[in-house]
């Protein structure tokens, strides 16, 4: 049975998200809003819940050397408490990782990324973030066993640098 399977690329103004079912969302955040926008994101998150019963969720790790990070790293503390209460366990991809396994490069561009999406499974996004929440996605699918894109093997290897919980295991293949 394939998992249900959340890809996040976090951002307290627009957070990419892949649902479990393939489509994407961007859940926005008035800047006016301030520390409320940590609420929003984490409310869809577990209304989502509800109905897909996540068994994994992916999220684009913070970046070392980042101004954002800050700003970036309330958010994950947010939606990583929330997935905790939530009993689902979560894989970190370093964003260089991410880039690496959709393009076969770490420092892709969004075009890149986009591109890469568009030759691989004939999809376009409304924005960046929901495609690398895409990409997060079929990141869980492809090492839990569940690929639904074709990688070359050195873009699927870039997985083993990623943190995955332990029931994330792959099947062996």
């Not at 994950?76 to 894989?91: D, E, N, S």
């Not at 990782?97 to 691989?120: E, I, P, V």
Request: glycine share 8%; hydrophobic share 45%.
């Amino acid at each position: 049975m394939i998992p249900n399977i959340l890809g996040l690329d976090l951002s307290i103004a627009a957070t990419g998200v892949c649902w479990p079912d393939g489509d994407t969302d961007a859940i926005l955040g008035k800047s006016t809003d301030g520390d409320a926008r940590l609420v929003t994101i984490v409310d869809r998150i577990y209304r989502a819940h509800l109905g897909f019963q996540f068994d994994l969720a992916v999220l684009e790790d913070l970046p070392v050397h980042g101004k954002a990070a800050g700003i970036t790293g309330m958010v994950h503390g947010a939606v990583r408490l929330a997935l905790q209460r939530m009993k689902v366990p979560y894989a970190l991809l370093a964003p260089a990782t991410l880039k690496a396994y959709a393009t076969g490069t770490g420092t892709a561009d969004k075009h890149a990324m986009r591109m890469a999406a568009f030759k691989r499974a004939n999809l376009e996004f409304k924005d960046d973030n929901q495609c690398d929440a895409w990409w997060l996605r079929q990141a869980g699918l492809d090492w839990t066993g569940h690929p639904e894109i074709q990688l070359p093997q050195a873009q699927r290897a870039r997985l083993e640098k990623a943190k995955w919980p332990a029931m994330a295991r792959k099947d062996a293949s």
